[in-house]
Every structure is written in structure tokens, then in C-alpha cells.
């Protein structure tokens, strides 16, 4: 029992080691968190078309539930831009922004996202995530980032423009931009580079006057308040509101009722892929800054515990009153150079916020939307890696074209289809790829018992024997291939007697791929030529052993391919043997080696 219980309640580990030097550090991290979150936490609320309030609300359960039920030490959890983004595209279309039936629909919407997590966690279906392929994921960031810019610009102008996409909000952007609001627009511009100024500069200013690097670094991530307070004092000294500047008006003081959302079945349809993609794109962003931060302190995380964390934190969210949450970069990197050391500074950082929302929410009355819009732009513009695309492009043609489709299908449509347009023409290319696998015939190193390509390494072959390396897992989408390319390279060398399949590289072999290696077997005996195979890993012959495959294809199996060679034509690996080795072939095979495709 208490083995379970510690498993569902992983605080229960860390919780028994606890002492003051911990309590200190995760203290000071959480102050600093909590300044930094509630800037945060009030633009990302706006982001997604919610009253900031929503965005604090976001930040008390939710971080008490992931301090109880999640595995990383750092992890800090919260509202987030691309969630929120992803919020706004969903509910956008179907309710009027910032209307009852829109918050309502966000409650249901993080709920079903809970729902989804502690569903995966249950099923034990973490992997699923892999099916978000890096490319997929960088382009889907980078592409969002842009769009949430085009999407705060109108805040930062003090002007009106609609639409879900580029294509829509940069024609409105245009059509809009001589109305912009001078007072508004100042305060945008100004706080942009008071906040980039303090992200990129302020740091190593302060360490050239004998600031330590840590005090200097905590000072940057304080920019945020700075510019809220500033700002908020300015607009109330000036009464600039009463002068057109959009501010963010009156703000709930005190927490909602602790309910739960009112379930509409039929919007809980219509909601529920888009919450398995926010759950799923918030699992992935979560897990892989959660697991970058573990590895720096030697420690470890639990995917599918994670899910647990994640899936208790949107529920939480969704019973008080919040928003879809998952773990941020900005928040994780700040509370780890604050020298958090357990997830209870997360907690810590809730009752900060909570002591916010009791007692200071009226401060933010006259905060200027243009002030949230800037800090949103400065920190989603981190998540911009242009340079990406064209590094993946060079190093991989199918990458980049997933990261570029999705890229694409999130700047000119909507985010659900540019993710599942990059989802699934990376599972495309896959395919395509792996149907295709590469299949090599080899020789016998000179002075070496190794087997090289015969076209990139000066080797010898042996005319008796045909010795074939397959660099692919054997399953239904190459199959075909297999059976059409074995027979070619047969054609090629009339003189074989013996064809050995070299299965160094083959991790699986499928039923479909079993049904060709049969039928590969008879059309070789009709040619007079003996299959064979080397290098079988134990899996794989495992699974050839709950077969009849093994009991009628006559040929033996090799433990290497030297073995194969020794035992079906002894005379070729002595001669090869002979000859002085020379490592990889002259200068003409290493010329072909760079103009032949891999």
C-alpha cells in the first residue's frame, strides 16, 4: 500500500528528505516566480480571450495539484502563451471573446484537457506524444510566436483588427493602422524595449558594476512588474484612460466558487479534439523542459506520472475558475536559477498569487492592455527559431518540409490544422521513407573479418556467395520492396549459389514482411540459389521461432557475416584475409562515397 501510494503521490519522496536549506531556496524561488507569473499569468488570460483575472486563477490550483501528483523538482506550472493561443482559436469561432458562454466553454474546454491527461496516464499512453516529432513541434512554436505577435500588434496600436490567421489579421492590421492611438501606441513602444532592454542588457550591466551574476540575472526576470507598476502608476497620474488608452479595468477581488464547469455533452464533442491536442502539445512542452532540467541535477522524471500532474492541474484549473495550464520554459528556467529544489515551490508560488488575488487586484485596474501585449511579444518571441527551418531543411529534406507544412498550416489556417497537417505528413514521409528502405550488397573487407558496401569501400566479393545488408526494419510498407530489389541484385550476379540477408540493421519483421521472405525463398530455389541469413538479433529471431518459417527455407543462420562467408566459400574470406588491410578504398572510392547517396 504504501509502495502505491507513493507511486500516485510522488511529494511523498521528496517530502521525507525536506529540510531548511530546501525550505530557504524554495522560498526565494517562489517569490521570484510569483513576480514574474502575475505580469504573466494576467497577459496570457488576455491572450486567450479571458478577463485577466482568469489567468491568476490559473496559477493557484493548478500549481498545488502538479506540487502533488508531479515528478519534476523544477517544473513550474501555469498559463502558457501557445495554450493560450491554442484557447483562443478553438473558442474563438463559436462564442462571442470574453462572453459568458466563451469562459464557460475555456472551464469545459480545461477540464476535457484534465480529463485527456489522467485518461493517457491510466492507459499508460505517454509514447503518444512521440508522434509530435521535433520538426513538427519547433515549427508548430515558431509559427505561433508569429501569430500571437500579429495578434498582440492591434493592443500595442491601440487599434481594431480581427482574425484567426495571418492571412486575416495582416490585411486588418493594415486597414486599421492609420487610426492608430498615440498615447497607446507610446506606452506599447516604450514598454518593447523597456522589456528587451532588460532581458538582453540589463543583466551584464549590472555585473560590470560588481553586481553577482545571480542578483543581476534575478533583477532581468523583474522587468515585467517593473513595467506593470510603472505603466499602471502613469495611466492613473494622467488619467490616460479617460484619454482612450485601453486599460484592463476592474479586476475580481477574492476566489470564485469552487464548482465545476457545467457540462454541455454536445460543446464537449465539439471541444474534445482540440482538448487532446492541447493536452498532448502541453504533455510534450512539459515533459521535454522538465526532462532537460532533471538531467542537470542527475535526477529523474515519470512520463506517465507526469501526465497525472499535468491532467490534475487542468482539473483544478477547470474547478476554480481558471484556464488550460501546462509547464512553461521561461517560468522553469527562473525557478531553477532561483535554486528551487522541490515542487513545493510551486505551491509556495500559488500562495503568492493567492495573497494577490485578496488583496491587490485593484491595483491593476489601470494596467494598459499594450503593457500585457508587450510582455506577452517579448517572451513568445524566444520560442522564433527561423534558423531552425533551414538547419533542418539542410540535414533533412522530409523534416523540413513537415516543419515548413506546419508552419504553413498555422500562419494561413488555424493551429489544430497546422499541427495535424505536420503530424501527419511526418507520418507520411515515414512511411514513404522506410518503404524504401536502403539495401546494400557487401564485401569482405581486405585483412579485416568486417563487411563493407561494395560501392563506397575497396573490398572483396565472392562470386559463390551474395551477401546483401538490409538497413531497415521488414514490415508491410517495404515488403514489396524487398522482394522486387532481391531480385534485381540476383539478376545482377548470375553466378550466386547463396544469398545472405545481413540483419544487423532489422529491429522487426512483421507478418507481411514474413509472407515475402517465404515467397523470396521459393523464387531463389527455382533459381537455384540457397537464402540465408546473418547477424539475426534475438527479438527478431524470436519471433521467426513462432513461426514454420525456419522449419522449410533450407538455408542456415549465421552468427556473423564473416561466419556465413567461412562456411559457404571458405577460399573467398582466405584470400580476402591475405591481402594487407587498407581500411576504406583509395581516393576514387572515397570520391564516389561523397557522390553516392546513403
Not at 531543411?393 to 493551429?415: E, F, H, I, K, N
Not at 581486405?446 to 551474395?466: C, M, T, Y
Not at 522486387?484 to 540476383?490: C, G, K, P, Q, Y
Request: proline residues 5%; contains cysteine; aromatic residues 6%.
Amino acid at each position: 500500500m504504501s509502495q502505491r501510494l507513493a507511486r500516485l503521490l510522488p511529494c511523498l519522496e521528496w517530502a521525507r528528505q525536506y529540510n531548511r536549506d530546501w525550505a530557504a531556496k524554495d522560498g526565494l524561488a517562489a517569490l521570484i516566480v510569483t513576480l514574474m507569473l502575475i505580469p504573466q499569468s494576467l497577459a496570457y488570460a488576455m491572450l486567450a480571450g479571458l478577463p485577466p483575472v482568469m489567468g491568476l486563477y490559473a496559477s493557484i490550483l493548478p500549481l498545488i495539484a502538479y506540487t502533488l501528483f508531479g515528478t519534476s523538482r523544477t517544473l513550474a506550472v501555469g498559463p502558457a502563451a501557445v495554450i493560450a493561443l491554442m484557447t483562443a482559436s478553438v473558442l474563438g469561432p463559436l462564442f462571442v471573446t470574453g462572453s459568458a458562454e466563451y469562459m464557460a466553454a475555456a472551464l469545459l474546454l480545461a477540464l476535457l484537457s484534465g480529463v485527456v491527461l489522467l485518461g493517457m496516464a491510466l492507459l499508460r499512453l505517454g509514447f503518444l506524444a512521440i508522434f509530435l516529432s521535433h520538426p513538427v513541434i519547433s515549427g508548430f512554436m515558431s509559427a505561433s510566436a508569429i501569430l500571437i505577435t500579429l495578434g498582440q500588434l492591434k493592443h500595442i496600436l491601440g487599434i481594431q483588427a480581427y482574425g484567426a490567421n495571418a492571412l486575416e489579421l495582416v490585411p486588418s492590421l493594415l486597414q486599421n493602422l492609420p487610426d492608430s492611438h498615440w498615447p497607446t501606441l507610446i506606452i506599447g513602444v516604450c514598454t518593447l524595449l523597456f522589456l528587451h532592454l532588460t532581458r538582453t542588457s540589463l543583466a551584464g550591466w549590472l555585473i560590470a558594476r560588481g553586481i553577482s551574476h545571480s542578483r543581476a540575472t534575478m533583477a532581468t526576470r523583474c522587468g515585467p512588474v517593473v513595467a506593470l507598476l510603472l505603466s499602471t502608476g502613469i495611466v492613473w497620474t494622467f488619467d490616460l484612460a479617460a484619454a482612450g488608452v485601453p486599460v484592463v479595468g476592474s479586476v475580481p477581488q477574492g476566489f470564485p466558487p469552487l464548482t465545476p464547469p457545467a457540462l454541455d455533452p454536445g460543446l464537449a464533442m465539439e471541444l474534445l479534439p482540440a482538448a487532446v491536442l492541447i493536452g498532448l502539445i502541453g504533455f510534450v512542452e512539459s515533459v521535454s523542459v522538465a526532462q532537460t532540467f532533471a538531467a542537470k541535477r542527475r535526477q529523474r522524471i515519470k512520463p506517465n506520472q507526469e501526465l497525472v500532474g499535468l491532467g490534475s492541474a487542468n482539473l483544478a484549473a477547470a474547478f476554480s475558475g481558471g484556464m488550460p495550464v501546462t509547464g512553461g520554459l521561461s517560468r522553469t528556467v527562473v525557478s531553477f536559477e532561483a535554486g528551487a529544489q522541490t515542487p513545493l515551490a510551486g505551491a509556495l508560488t500559488a500562495v503568492g498569487i493567492a495573497l494577490t488575488v485578496m488583496f491587490f487586484t485593484p491595483l491593476f485596474q489601470n494596467l494598459p492592455n499594450a503593457v500585457l501585449a508587450a510582455t506577452i511579444i517579448v517572451a513568445i518571441l524566444t520560442l522564433l527559431d527561423l534558423k531552425a527551418i533551414r538547419r533542418t531543411w539542410r540535414y533533412s529534406r522530409q523534416d523540413g518540409a513537415a516543419m515548413l507544412a506546419t508552419m504553413a498550416g498555422v500562419l494561413l489556417v488555424d493551429v489544430e490544422f497546422g499541427v495535424m497537417l505536420g503530424v501527419a505528413l511526418s507520418l507520411l514521409l515515414f512511411l514513404w521513407r522506410t518503404s524504401q528502405p536502403h539495401i546494400a550488397v557487401v564485401g569482405q573487407l581486405p585483412g579485416s573479418e568486417h563487411f563493407r558496401n561494395v560501392e563506397r569501400f575497396a573490398v572483396v566479393e565472392s562470386q559463390k556467395v551474395l551477401s546483401v545488408r538490409v538497413d531497415e526494419s521488414l514490415y508491410f510498407p517495404n515488403a514489396r520492396y524487398l522482394e522486387d530489389r532481391i531480385a534485381e541484385l540476383v539478376g545482377q550476379h548470375p553466378e550466386a549459389e547463396h544469398l545472405v540477408l545481413m540483419c544487423a540493421g532489422v529491429n522487426l519483421i512483421d507478418a507481411s514482411a514474413l509472407e515475402s521472405l517465404e515467397a523470396i525463398t521459393s523464387r531463389l530455389q527455382a533459381a537455384g540459389v540457397q537464402l540465408h541469413f546473418s547477424e539475426v538479433k534475438g527479438p527478431v529471431m524470436d519471433q521467426l521461432q513462432r513461426s514454420d518459417f525456419l522449419d522449410h527455407f533450407g538455408g542456415q543462420i549465421f552468427l556473423s557475416q564473416f561466419e556465413a562467408l567461412v562456411t559457404l566459400d571458405p577460399q573467398s574470406t582466405q584470400r580476402a584475409s591475405a591481402m594487407p588491410r587498407i581500411g576504406q578504398g583509395s581516393q576514387s572510392m572515397a570520391a564516389k562515397e561523397n557522390e553516392r547517396a546513403s
